[in-house]
């Protein structure tokens, strides 16, 4: 369903008089609708940070790819020269374990991942004395307090590093605007959530009831199928 769809679905369940035929340019109820539903997405896309469907993959088309300039060890969020290639509105955090190098001349034949570190150790082990003069081929990276990634050894030029990571909520909008990247099964989860913002506002706890236990069910079968699993920690020395 896109946006009108699921207001109109939405409208429908909750028994509310009147038709809608466009979110554009709507005031009063129909207003309130479509910024439910809206707000219904946005939160549903908010409950994790790490949801499959908002990883933006290198394998995939996508992710983060920069080319290395001689001595620049800190690369922030931007596009352009020296920086991420990533457009801070559209990110959320970085995935972690999957930065990767190679020689970009040579192409991904020498491709090799980086050990992430903690910035403090990096900052430790890379930006103290002499270390700070050292040019070579990065080993490490490191994510700093305001997301800018930072490599060491500092590079010379001509290094290609690539990672994942996964995109900030994406608001709709137009009547065609679609949940993308939620699996249509689960898009009644939007409407079930709308519905309980729509009973608190009337008080219509028959509403919030249904609207409760059937975003419940949808979540929980979503985060089965689309949340990241629970990796469990090794025993105790």
């Known amino acids: 369903m896109n946006y009108l769809q699921l207001c109109q679905r939405f409208i429908r369940e909750c028994g509310i008089s009147g038709a809608l035929s466009t979110v554009a340019g709507q005031g009063g109820e129909m207003l309130r609708v479509a910024d439910w539903v809206g ?3 946005l939160e549903l896309q908010s409950k994790h ?19 290395t300039l001689a001595g620049t060890f800190v690369y922030p969020l931007g596009v352009g020269a020296g920086k991420t290639g990533v457009d801070p509105a559209q990110f959320n955090k970085w995935d972690r374990a999957t930065f990767r190098c190679y020689t970009t001349a040579a192409g991904k034949n020498d491709e090799m991942p980086l050990d992430l570190v903690g910035y403090d150790a990096w ?5 103290m004395g002499a270390m700070r003069l050292v040019q070579t081929r990065p080993v490490a990276i490191a994510v700093a ?6 490599v060491g050894p500092p590079p010379t030029a001509g290094y290609t590093i690539t990672g994942d990571y996964f995109r900030a909520p994406v608001a709709m909008a137009a009547d065609g605007d ?8 689960f898009h009644m989860a939007i409407v ?7 009973a608190g506002y009337e008080a219509a706890p028959e509403v919030i009831d249904r609207g409760q236990v059937g975003y419940a069910r949808l979540v929980a079968q979503l985060e089965a199928l689309r949340a990241p699993a629970i990796g469990m920690i090794g025993a105790l020395a």
Do not use: K, V
Not at 145 to 150: A, F, K, M, V
Not at 192 to 198: C, D, G, P, Q
């Open 49 to 67: 940070d790490d949801w499959e469907w908002m990883r933006s993959s290198g394998l995939l088309g996508a992710g983060a790819s920069f080319t």
């Open 145 to 150: 307090p305001d997301l800018s990634l930072c």
């Open 192 to 198: 079930y959530l709308a519905m309980t913002y729509y």
């Open 178 to 185: 679609l949940p993308t990247g939620l699996p249509s099964q």
């Open 123 to 127: 900052r430790d082990a890379y930006m």
């Open 39 to 41: 707000q219904a997405w």
